[in-house]
């Protein structure tokens, strides 16, 4: 247990050091989201007056969580890259060829994309702070928020896992990036639901992602409310539990088949 | 004890493809077994399967005392692997691999450090340790792959094609360290598609064709199966016809090819003597005289009816 736990542990450190050495990995999780966030904030800061907006001190306390959750979807789908590049370069047979827990590898990367995704968090609330956001929940607020990004990263990772498991070609990891996008304007990240047209309004509503969001959101413009809180893990539980669950089938087709 | 026993081992692919068709080996402890094949032959497959990363869709096989399939994490314990093209992350240094493969094999912090710098340093490449991997030559990139996979002390070794693409020079400090490890009392188990190679470094030779073991024993046995060393005399000037008379008397005469006389010799290079007086008795002058060995390709010819291509590239890229 305490060996399979170190080489979690060694694993998840050499997929944060492969992030920041190559920058093709590190641009989504960090460049991207501040840009989209520093261009929204921008050219869309008008739109908390309108009738029905969630009360916020300003856009940047709105939409602050959907750039986190932007970042932590993209860390999911870079580490998904990662992995299937791993697996066609042969690093993957190194690790299967070692005397430890198979699942330990899906395991290792996803520590990894997890501990990218509590930067990224640490990155999104420090900007936000500077740039005049204000967290109504203060410091157990912030934990709140880094909880939710981390474990959401656990959980989008496993996505992304267990399409590189699945295929094994880093190309059609990476087809996966207009998805998110897809994905994320059909929630609440950017938007209030309640303020987009049919059907996306109702998609938004019922979009996991939207409830994970909201979360995360909460801390910043709201009290912590428990109904929130619920939700947010309950979503985080469902997405994890199936991109988990998706990503321990892959590897075992692919530890039975051989590729 | 043998270090590897495989009996009936089989590997069928999806669409039916047969690629191991019933491989029977039997690998002494502190022996060097080498593989030879063309690509596309099954040595890979064969090595996949030995080093748990394949299931045998027939057959079975025991590594260091453990089944592959059922005692896989064992088998896994026990051997040190060094795959075909040097599976290695461009982006980590070579002191991180080789720690990481530390801590894959269960050493502890201190201890991974202490046998990572120990081997980096006996594979000389202590000074290019903090470097990324991606800057390496092919020839250390093998030797980071080699001290990686001797971190934990393997009981046996498997080198998938350890010197393809490499130049003489790091070929032969590759043959250096194995027949090393090997004198440590190392199993190793090779596979390549370079004749010198099985010829120089093993003890025992399998030609693989086809999924099959199409020949097995000592280089020496091997070439000595496919008949007797032959001699090529080139004359400066004279009569090819009157000289092909002459070495008839001491073997085999063999087409001549452009002025050149070949004939087999029984006793190898004990006749060359012999057959160079009986050309100068009769007055014909030798320039050059060659004697060639059999070598494994005509072993593998043989045994095959075709050559070995070390060169082509790979056929079956899902099995090599």
Request: aromatic share 6%; no cysteine; charged share 20%.
């Amino acid at each position: 247990m305490l060996a399979n736990l170190r080489v979690i542990a060694s694993l998840g450190a050499r997929s944060v050091k492969q992030t920041f050495r190559r920058p093709q990995l590190m641009a989504p999780i960090i460049v991207f989201p501040t840009l989209l966030l520093a261009i929204q904030v921008g050219g869309a800061g008008r739109g908390i007056e309108l009738p029905g907006f969630p009360p916020v001190n300003g856009f940047l306390d709105f939409i602050l969580a959907g750039a986190m959750i932007q970042s932590t979807l993209l860390a999911g789908n870079s580490g998904g890259i990662a992995l299937a590049v791993d697996i066609e370069m042969g690093f993957t047979d190194r690790l299967l060829a070692a005397p430890i827990s198979r699942f330990a590898i899906v395991l290792g990367r996803l520590a990894g994309t997890a501990a990218l995704g509590a930067l990224a968090a640490i990155w999104f609330i420090a900007i936000g702070l500077l740039f005049g956001a204000r967290i109504d929940q203060g410091v157990p607020g912030v934990v709140v928020m880094i909880v939710f990004v981390v474990l959401s990263a656990i959980a989008f990772g496993g996505l992304g896992a267990a399409v590189a498991l699945r295929t094994g070609r880093a190309s059609v990891v990476q087809g996966l990036f207009p998805l998110v996008f897809v994905i994320l304007f059909l929630s609440s990240a950017f938007f209030p639901a309640n303020l987009m047209l049919e059907p996306a309004a109702t998609v938004a509503r019922y979009n996991p992602l939207s409830f994970i969001v909201e979360g995360i959101r909460d801390p910043v413009i709201s009290s912590l409310s428990l109904e929130a809180f619920a939700k947010a893990i309950g979503s985080i539980a469902l997405v994890g539990a199936i991109s988990i669950g998706l990503s321990a089938l892959a590897l075992r087709r692919r530890l039975r088949t051989g590729g | 004890m043998a270090a590897i026993v495989a009996r009936g081992l089989e590997r069928t692919f999806g669409g039916g493809l047969r690629a191991v068709d019933g491989v029977d080996l039997e690998i002494a402890e502190g022996e060097i077994y080498a593989f030879l094949g063309p690509n596309g032959a099954g040595k890979t497959t064969i090595v996949r399967m030995l080093t748990t990363l394949l299931r045998p869709t027939g057959g079975d096989a025991r590594v260091a005392g453990f089944d592959v399939v059922s005692e896989a994490a064992a088998v896994r314990g026990a051997i040190g692997v060094a795959l075909q093209e040097a599976a290695l992350d461009p982006l980590m240094t070579g002191r991180e691999l080789v720690r990481l493969q530390a801590t894959l094999h269960g050493l502890g912090r201190r201890e991974g450090q202490r046998k990572a710098e120990a081997l980096l340093e006996r594979v000389d490449l202590a000074s290019a340790a903090d470097r990324q991997v991606g800057t390496y030559s092919g020839g250390m990139r093998r030797r980071l792959d080699l001290a990686s996979a001797l971190v934990h002390g393997p009981k046996v070794l498997f080198l998938d094609e350890p010197t393809t693409g490499l130049d003489p020079v790091s070929r032969r400090t590759i043959w250096e360290e194995v027949e090393q490890l090997n004198d440590e009392g190392t199993t190793v188990f090779l596979t390549t598609q370079y004749l010198e190679e099985a010829d120089q470094v093993a003890d025992r030779v399998g030609i693989i064709d086809f999924g099959r073991i199409v020949a097995e024993d000592t280089p020496g046995r091997l070439k000595a199966q496919v008949g007797h060393p032959h001699l090529e005399v080139k004359l400066t000037y004279g009569d090819v016809a009157r000289a092909e008379e002459i070495v008839r008397r001491f073997g085999k005469p063999l087409p001549s090819q452009d002025g050149t006389v070949l004939v087999t010799l029984e006793r190898g290079a004990a006749e060359i003597a012999p057959v160079v007086r009986a050309l100068d008795e009769a007055g014909l002058a030798v320039e050059a005289l060659d004697l060639v060995e059999p070598t494994l390709d005509d072993v593998f010819l043989a045994e095959t009816g075709h050559h070995l291509e070390p060169e082509g590239p790979s056929e079956s890229g899902e099995l090599e």
